[in-house]
Antibody, heavy 124, light 107 residues
Framework: QLQLQESGPGLVKPSETLSLSCTVS??????????WGWLRQPPGKGLEWIGS???????NYNPSLKSRVHISIDTSQNQFSLRLTSVTAADTAVYYC????????????????WGQGTQVTVSS | DIQMTQSPSSLSASVGDRVTITCRAS??????LNWFQHKPGKAPNLLIY???NLQSGVPSRFSGSGSGTDFTLTISSLHPEDFATYYC?????????FGLGTKVEIK
């Protein structure tokens, strides 16, 4: 059974860089045609898609965060990672990693499964 | 960006009730619409993909319908484990966007 688990510091200082990793278990990160993504939910707000990466390298980012975001993948470790630079209090959120399924026939795509999420607080 | 509007934002219901949640997109998204269930401290769980397709392992009391701009998630008979927050999400255009959620609480 495919599982994803986020890891990283729970506290980041303003103006510094937030770095998180997502470890994928139960399947190879290179199998099938999937993207691997990051999403977040600030306190009291809705879910926000941050960006996605394919094991072959292509990435796409939310334009609202694109200038500060970098997502990378390490196929040897079966992991993918998020870097968010110049963080502020507005980046305080629960961060989730998820697989994005892109089917051949059915239109659309969807996130499944998700990790449990990790709380990141931006504060000095 | 495509805006997703859910209603109601919360509702109170009893075990056994039929529950309907609606989601409206700010532009047509065909059937590029997914529904998730989220419980505190847990991973969000995919219920319905492409508007009306039940994800494997999800109970048949959950169903989805709609196309274009208006969509519905129905729980035919509420079970105790269904008390959670439900989100719709469009996959028509990036950035992928979500509704603000509907919290289903115990009456």
């Amino acid at each position: 059974q495919l599982q994803l688990q986020e890891s990283g510091p729970g506290l980041v200082k303003p103006s510094e860089t937030l770095s998180l990793s997502c470890t994928v278990s139960g399947s190879s990160i290179t199998s099938g045609y999937y993207y691997w993504g990051w999403l977040r939910q600030p306190p009291g707000k809705g879910l926000e898609w941050i960006g996605s990466i394919h094991s072959g390298g292509p990435t796409n980012y939310n334009p609202s965060l694109k200038s500060r975001v970098h997502i990378s993948i390490d196929t040897s470790q079966n992991q993918f990672s998020l870097r968010l630079t110049s963080v502020t209090a507005a980046d305080t959120a629960v961060y989730y990693c998820a697989r994005r399924v892109v089917p051949d026939i059915i239109p659309g795509n969807w996130f499944d499964p998700w990790g449990q999420g990790t709380q990141v607080t931006v504060s000095s | 960006d495509i805006q997703m509007t859910q209603s109601p934002s919360s509702l109170s219901a009893s075990v056994g009730d039929r529950v309907t949640i609606t989601c409206r997109a700010s532009q047509t998204i065909n059937t590029y619409l997914n529904w998730f269930q989220h419980k505190p401290g847990k991973a969000p769980n995919l219920l319905i993909y492409a508007a009306s397709n039940l994800q494997s392992g999800v109970p048949s009391r959950f169903s989805g319908s709609g196309s274009g701009t208006d969509f519905t998630l129905t729980i035919s008979s509420l079970h105790p484990e269904d008390f959670a927050t439900y989100y719709c999400q469009q996959s028509f255009n990036t950035p992928w966007t979500f509704g603000l959620g509907t919290k289903v609480e115990i009456k």
